[in-house]
């Protein structure tokens, strides 16, 4: 059978598409403003972070349900009030942003978001309705439950990538065992390997491409593993290593 779907505003950019991974979290500054701003100012146009609500229902661009790893507080977003939260500073100098904040401050910018919790979705789509970013946002999480609801509510305006129990349904039908899979996803992102089980190789790049999905690779850090990936046709890269990932595409012709 021959999947044919129309191509998502979001993903309307030549491939590779290059994404910072919390901005490009490398030196420890993930997912603020600064770091943003660095990625933006190095070329990039695609960015990945992560969302939580707080207790009072703003919605915070970190990856932790916790601020102990990476602030000078401590405590669970969700149970901490924004004025809380606010006053936290990663690496003791920079303030948690507000994702409404980084979709003003980068207009621009295509944010994968990775919902990490489930009092974040309501929050996130509103956000995405409020402020017309259809385009230019992508919702993501682990669990495929989340972003199925998500394109329930939103319908086909949003694009959402598969959660973990749709990539192992397109892992299978990548060896020709019957899974189910949900329609309407635009793409697969996904680790190269996961808990030291393959996940990436060219049967199952093709196979999504036969869908119509892109395929979009995180962590990757190393420019072997970029180049790697790259000639299997994956069709994006996460990384921390904004200047690697640069390098290698700009050394294939490939940087836009």
Wanted: aromatic share 8%; net charge neutral; charged share 25%.
């Amino acid at each position: 059978m021959t999947y044919v779907r129309l191509r998502h505003p979001y993903l309307d950019h030549p491939a590779p598409l290059p994404f910072a991974h919390r901005g490009g979290a490398a030196d420890g500054l993930e997912n603020t403003a600064t770091t943003f701003r660095r990625a933006a100012a190095a070329g990039y146009r695609y960015f990945e972070t992560d969302v939580h609500a707080t207790a009072d229902g703003r919605l915070v661009a970190f990856h932790d349900a916790t601020l102990d790893r990476v602030t000078d507080a401590r405590g669970r977003i969700g149970e901490l009030p924004w004025s809380a939260v606010r006053a936290a500073r990663v690496a003791g100098s920079e303030p948690l942003p507000l994702f409404e904040e980084l979709l003003e401050e980068f207009p621009h910018a295509r944010w994968n978001v990775d919902v990490k919790a489930e009092p974040a979705l309501f929050p996130l789509l509103d956000l995405i309705a409020r402020t017309g970013a259809w385009d230019r946002v992508c919702v993501g999480s682990f669990s495929e439950g989340r972003v199925a609801r998500a394109q329930r509510i939103a319908g086909p305006r949003l694009a959402t990538s598969y959660g973990v129990r749709g990539v192992l349904g397109l892992r299978l039908r990548s060896f020709a065992i019957p899974a189910a899979l949900r329609v309407g996803a635009v793409a697969a992102q996904v680790p190269e390997v996961q808990s030291g089980i393959r996940v990436v190789d060219r049967r199952f790049v093709e196979t999504a491409h036969a869908r119509g999905l892109q395929v979009h690779v995180w962590t990757v850090n190393e420019s072997e593993r970029m180049e790697s990936l790259l000639d299997l046709g994956v069709d994006g890269i996460m990384t921390d290593r904004i200047d690697i990932l640069r390098t290698v595409l700009e050394r294939r012709g490939a940087w836009a």
